[in-house]
């Protein structure tokens, strides 16, 4: 064993030690005086001020409300978490009538409250009547002399405006032979930040546990990079960008030691953003979380989803070889889905009866279709099933709906005649077998590389969704980031065809400047 692994095994030893005797010590100092705790449970924003750049996390209750554009809530928790009763008279300033002082620098206090269990319901009086809370300044709140049991607690809801949430909270006051302190106790919500029974023995079980692993140092695996989460995920939505999602998946899990388990199921941008929306946060049925990704924004009622902007994409018209065009202008694409066009003929092209090759109604790619090329005109009703035999005679054109672009550029390649839609980079693979060729709009080429006022319009934002804002130590976070800011993610966006909107060209056409 070299000296770096006795080393370790010493260290290890000795924290499993410490981590033993430390409950026990924590609980005998704790009953030998007063103890007033202290904690922010929470700091959130509440209303939208337009930050310049990253991701807003505020709720935007008060946009309708200039002066609450930006306000916070600070919950804090104020409890005796000794085990000797607090009395009015062990507050020690006796120049006032009040115990504590709750500063708030860099915001102004708009409105106050005070919530308390139903054990403690008695101690209300102290704040409801005199002296009571009082704001003794913009930013300064006093708190009366309330006596408090052991595991008593009381808390302080406070609207504030000015500033932004995170901004330091202080609390200060003195306590006769005790002490006032900030509680950082991951304990449970309602209970003292004391070391409990279970809690000692839990300590010393894992104390054991430690040395145990100490002794075997070279057993231990590495530990995964600040990047990486483990946990499940399901990336659903977008066909068009399932080959994209699938070889992020692939890399996420080389970088992160294979450990996080991610799979890509795609069904449609509107079928993978609606099953989110419907789902009410809860993970799949192998208990993944989900994230949704959708070329093209949610619908407006899907008010609880998270958006992620990860790419712009391309998207192409393509058609049979037999038809030769390469060009197409918007206004004659606009009458073949109307129906005005029948045969290429009409447009100095090869007699051969137009064929609609479309996708379903789920799909990101229709609606971009739709909104960006057709002026917000959906195609025609469908009007055969095979795309070969025509079902609807009245219907002036043969056009069909497929689940996949896969689908769609295969039916295109073998049927004369036929028009169709896909991802950019799908629609001429380096392994294309050919009988498919795209075209272009008005003279313009998609390309991501040129997107910048180049108009081309048939293009789309690529978004990712989740149910909420996922916490910033979840898989769904890590992945997430690793695909918009992580170098390599933007490589594999990149290379599928897409323009990555973590670039600087990319952050001026997602963001809507370009």
């Not at 704790?30 to 930050?51: C, E, L, P, V, Y």
């Not at 913009?138 to 052991?150: C, E, H």
């Not at 789902?279 to 407006?300: I, K, L, Y």
């Not at 950019?424 to 050919?434: H, I, T, V």
Request: glycine residues 10%; charged residues 20%.
């Amino acid at each position: 064993m070299s000296w770096l692994e006795i080393s370790l095994t010493a260290a290890g030893l000795l924290l499993g030690a410490v981590s033993i005797l430390t409950p026990f010590v924590a609980d005998r100092r704790a009953r030998r005086s007063r103890r007033i705790g202290f904690r922010k449970q929470m700091d959130i924003a509440i209303g939208h001020n337009g930050q310049v750049s990253g991701a807003d996390p505020r709720l935007g209750l008060f946009n309708d409300l200039p002066a609450m554009r930006d306000a916070t809530l600070v919950l804090l928790r104020v409890e005796n978490d000794g085990s000797r009763h607090i009395e009015e008279s062990d507050y020690i300033d006796p120049s006032t009538q009040y115990g504590l002082t709750a500063e708030f620098p860099g915001r102004r206090i708009e409105a106050q409250d005070v919530t308390l269990p139903e054990e403690h319901t008695n101690l209300m009086g102290y704040f409801e009547n005199q002296p009571g809370l009082l704001v003794a300044g913009p930013s300064t709140l006093r708190v009366p002399r309330v006596p408090l049991k052991p595991g008593a607690h009381y808390k302080i809801l406070v609207l504030l405006t000015g500033g932004q949430e995170g901004d330091p909270v202080t609390v200060t006051g003195d306590l006769k032979d005790g002490t006032l302190h900030e509680n950082h106790s991951l304990t449970p919500d309602e209970k003292p930040p004391v070391f409990s029974r279970q809690a000692r023995w839990t300590t010393v079980m894992l104390g054991l546990a430690l040395i145990a692993a100490a002794t075997l140092p070279l057993l231990v695996p590495p530990p995964l990079p600040d990047d990486c989460e483990t946990g499940s995920l399901r990336l659903t939505g977008s066909t068009a960008f399932a080959p994209v999602m699938s070889e992020l998946a692939t890399k996420y899990r080389e970088h992160c030691d294979d450990r996080p388990d991610i799979t890509v199921v795609a069904h449609g941008s509107r079928t993978g953003v609606r099953e989110l929306a419907l789902s009410d946060g809860e993970t799949d049925d192998d208990g993944a979380t989900v994230v949704a990704f959708s070329d093209g924004p949610r619908p407006a009622s899907y008010r609880r989803l998270s958006e992620n902007r990860v790419a712009v994409s391309l998207f192409t018209l393509l058609v049979h070889d037999d038809v030769r065009l390469t060009n197409l202008s918007v206004a004659d694409v606009r009458r073949l889905y109307r129906g005005e066009i029948r045969n290429w003929s009409m447009l100095d092209g090869p007699d051969l009866p137009v064929v609609l090759v479309s996708r379903t109604s789920g799909s990101g790619t229709r609606s971009a279709l739709s909104a960006r090329v057709l002026a917000g005109a959906d195609e025609p009703p469908a009007s055969s099933d095979d795309c070969v035999t025509r079902t609807v005679r009245a219907a002036p054109v043969l056009r069909c709906e497929l689940d996949s672009t896969e689908q769609v550029i295969s039916t295109v390649a073998r049927t004369p005649g036929a028009l169709g839609y896909s991802e950019l980079r799908a629609a001429s693979p380096p392994d294309a077998p050919g009988g498919v060729h795209p075209v272009t709009l008005d003279g313009r080429t998609p390309d991501p590389d040129r997107l910048t006022g180049s108009g081309y319009p048939y293009r789309e934002i690529e978004y990712a969704y989740t149910y909420g804002r996922p916490p910033a130590d979840s898989l769904a976070s890590s992945f997430l980031a690793y695909a918009i800011d992580n170098g390599t993610g933007k490589g594999v966006v990149a290379t599928h065809g897409h323009l990555p909107c973590g670039t600087a060209v990319g952050l001026r056409v997602c963001g809507g400047a370009d």
